[in-house]
DNA sequence: CTGAAAGCGCTTACAG
DNA sequence: CTGAAAGCGCTTACAG
């Protein structure tokens, strides 16, 4: 059974698909299409359960009402509740979010680019890695709304919506520094973007503006994807051998590494060793006693990040690049 | 700066456009075109950075070499790592994933199915919900491939990859059993699907088969989509007043409001009080004690869903449909 | 008030 | 060995 046609419509109704066009497009009255037709057109449409061709559309027109989202990992519980809220938004205005993930692979990325660019998306939303700058400067070039999200690449300027890392991490060692901590450490991961960096100079500033001395004992940075085993032995030698009275978790899995560490050391977490995780997580809060953590504003993320695309889709010119950052949370628990 | 098209490669290359998409196809063999126009052809493919429209040629083929994934929400974790997974798969043979939530809507959901339908795509992967029988019995007489996962819909018969609730729930029971226990509570909620009835009728059949009488009282139904706090409540009761020596969490999310329970009312997990969770959570292996979990072998339902699919894809023919049940696996944790 | 026709960028049966 | 042409299902400038 093949699906009708625009031209199955108009046979039916006995006008040109001209007019059934004018009517599925809400550009009847504006072409002054007689009411009688109108509705004896969209009657049919109704019976039959015409559906018009969305490829053809795209095709003609040359957009596809598709929006491109790029992202390290839809299973990491931040880029899914993001997708969730960005699907979300963009369909109440009629788009549709095609998502891929990269696994911080600049091969993937780029294939991916490659990939949505053919299937002609009207905008690309990415958390983007190093290395794909040529890639997204092309789209940019091309006239392709592209916006940034979570992280940034400097070397190329568009829109970015993010969570303030650097005050957040900052915040974090300043709670510390109010309970009287002076041994604090930051479990950090070794990747070299911003969003990760930042946390690693809030922590330093904080320190600094409160006269402790920085040791570089005191940081640990975990390489990137290595096995959970290597990073649980780590932690332990650093809990097992500074004198640490504080910790902040500069991502969530590190932080749940951590915990595992304290069940397996048997150290309790309380009024001489302090825990702060960055980034939510139910475990968390159902940890006993429960997690303090950095929260960062999914909601408000995802609701710029939509916006900014929508409106640049919705103008005719390039809009100005904007850059949002936003204020993270802090979420004290007991 | 518009992208180019077969047209300029051809004109570039001066050969007709017919040429030019032989060699893209990778028919140019079969065509018996000259070596030297086949290198030439591509020699200028590459310095261009030409990439074929695929909205074109999706018009022209009438497929779009990508799968539609409807499920319930791309945020709860168990959707994201199976369309974590799933991506990864079809991406590997050339199929690009697009996915929505139907946040238990029947209205979205066929809203989506219709949009899907208009996209045009090559294949639906549904996590089904009720009241949607009719829209999916018209794509399955319009002769394209659907599979079910998680859920399935018993008036339609297409193929379905979903785990062996009904034996985990049983199995759950019995090493309770086995324990010596006697008032064996079940925490489920009242969505009538036969993944959440099975497991219900695996608790039911389990106490039957050894003996111990089937307790109404000890069965709490949370209403789904009510507030967690009205779910904290019921569920206190439950533990306040009846007097139980185990449960049975049907979900994860109801197993986080069950421990949070206990943590208030500061039950202890231990040799007279023992909980299972239906599902794993990062949450269940962190706490003190460890939560034991039935878990969903997620892995394999991905594989097998996007086998069926594949194997549905390249084969001329509709194959017969399959139901594969995978059996889920009980981990005890202390 | 309505329609014939061009064209979006491809693929492919047919012709030579 | 290669190309001209039809056609996928739409939209829209133009004509009447």
Redesign the interface.
Known sequence: ?K?LSIKDIATKANVSITTVSFIINGKAKEKSISEAVIDKVQKIIEESGY??????R??RTGN?N?IGLIIE???N?FF??I??LI??KA?KKGY??????TENSVDKAKELI??F????VDAYIISPIKGIEEDIQMLI???NPVIFFDRNLPEISTSYVGADHFNASYQSIESFINQGKKNIALVTTDINVPQITERYDGYRKALEDHNIPYNDDLVLKIHFNQEEDETIGQIKELFNDKNIDAVLFATNYLA?SG??VL?KINKKIGADFSVIAYDD???F????PGISTVQQPLEEIAENVIMLILKQLSSKTKLEDQQIIIPAKLIIRE
């Open positions: 059974m699906s559906k018009p061709n969305q490829i053809a795209s095709l596809s598709i990992d839809i299973s519980s899914s509740r997708a969730r699907e979300d369909y549709k979010i095609i998502y891929s993930s490659n990939m660019k053919s299937r002609k070039n091309d006239g749940i915990l595992k069940k997580h139910e475990a809060e159902l940890h006993t």
